[in-house]
Structure formats: C-alpha cells, structure tokens
C-alpha cells in the first residue's frame, strides 16, 4: 500500500479568522505576497494552474511533470473541494504531491497554500505546480503568491468562454487551449476561440494543446520558460 496522501484543510473557524478583517481579498494579497517572497528566496517557480472543471488541469500538469522530471525537482498542490483523486493521479506522474481540501469553497486561497507551503521541505523543489478547484470564476480573485498563473480551457466548454469569463484570462499569463483534437466534433473554430481570448486579455500567451496526446504541451512549457 502506498503511503497516504497527505491533506490540508482549514482549521475549524480558520477561514472565518479571516473573513473577520476588514476586507478578505486584501488580506489574501497580503499572505499572497508573503507567499512570494517566501517561494522567490527559495528559487522556486510556482505556477497557479486554473481552469473549469474537467478543461484538462490534471492532465497538463501529468503532461508536464513527464517533460520536465529529470530536469527540476517538482512539486504539485492538489487543490480540490474533498476528494484526493487528483493528487493520487499526479503523485502517479513522480512528483511529490499534497492535496489542499477547500471544504466547500470553490477556489484555493493564500492562506491554505501557506499551510501547504509550510509541509513541504522548500529546499527539495525547484519548481511548484498548484492545480486550483475547477471554477472560471472565484479563482482568479485570489492570488496565490505564485509567480505566474495559466487558464486552462478546452473547446467543450463551447466557443463563448473568454467572453463570459474575461477576468480569469485577465489574471492569467498563458492560456491553453485543451483538446485541440475535439475542436471539429464540436463544431468550435479554434482561430476565433483565440481571437476572443486576445480581445478580454490582449497580453496573455495563447497556446493550443491537446494534452490528451501530448501535443502542444512542449510549448507550454517553452512559453513558461522551462524549457
Ligand atoms: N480528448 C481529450 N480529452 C482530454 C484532453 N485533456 C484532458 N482530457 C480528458 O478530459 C477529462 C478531464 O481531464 P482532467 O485533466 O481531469 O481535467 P481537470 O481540469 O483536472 O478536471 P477537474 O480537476 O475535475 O476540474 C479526462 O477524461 C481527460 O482524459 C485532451 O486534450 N483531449
Ligand atoms: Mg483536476
């Protein structure tokens, strides 16, 4: 039997601690950035990967541990409302791994990476992969401290996503377009999809993907600058 996989939750009354100060987004940038300053003196990349649900989080980060295992010694957070299967899938891939349980809350925040940050020796990693929960929306009002974040949506999500959920793309620094394979049965022209992700978020780097079979994922990785 493998050993357990580890979790982190909120205390009890934890996240009420903080939703009792003056202004909870404020007090989560503010662990945020201590979040950062702790992962920048270590020399850590982290990257915050958001995305809906079932767009292909899991996946991609598999993908990407599988590229750059021998290259850098990797970690994963799992973030999930209560199950742990993403973090047995990715503790599969060779990295080691620990799920972070919200609870009910649809988003990870600061304060539970903190906890998670605070379990792991930080000496032993160059490089943090944090799936968040699968939500378009929560997510992006809540840095985590990581030094870039990545939206991933796939063309089952239909074509109007960018347009309905601008400020994920917004906060992000690459998005990937999954499941590049299913884009005719589904009837969604990927140039456009595209064009509608530049036209909310005109800075952030589109690549297109089909982590399924691995394509793309090396240039994923090139645009995150690990490679
Ligand atoms: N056809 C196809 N299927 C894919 C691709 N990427 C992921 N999938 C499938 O999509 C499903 C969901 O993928 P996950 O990686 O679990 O998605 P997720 O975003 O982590 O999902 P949650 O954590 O539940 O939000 C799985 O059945 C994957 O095998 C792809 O590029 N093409
Ligand atoms: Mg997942």
Redesign the pocket.
Known sequence: MPDEIEIIMPDKGEVFDIELEEDLLEANRRIAEENKQLLEKHRIRAIDVM?S???????LIEKLIGLLKDKYRIAVFGG?VTTTI?AERLRRSGAKTLQINTGKECHLDANLVRKALSKIDLNDIDLLFI?NV?NLICPAEFPLGTDTRVV?I?VTEGPYTPLKHPYIFMEADVAVI??I??AEAMGVDVDELEAKIKKVSPDVVVVR?????GEGVEKVAKVLGLL
Do not use: F, I, P, W
Not at 53 to 59: D, H, L, N
């Open positions: 995305g649900v079932g767009s292909g989080k899991t996946t999930d993403d799936e699968g991933v796939s999954n499941k394979d299913l993907a089909s982590c399924k079979t």
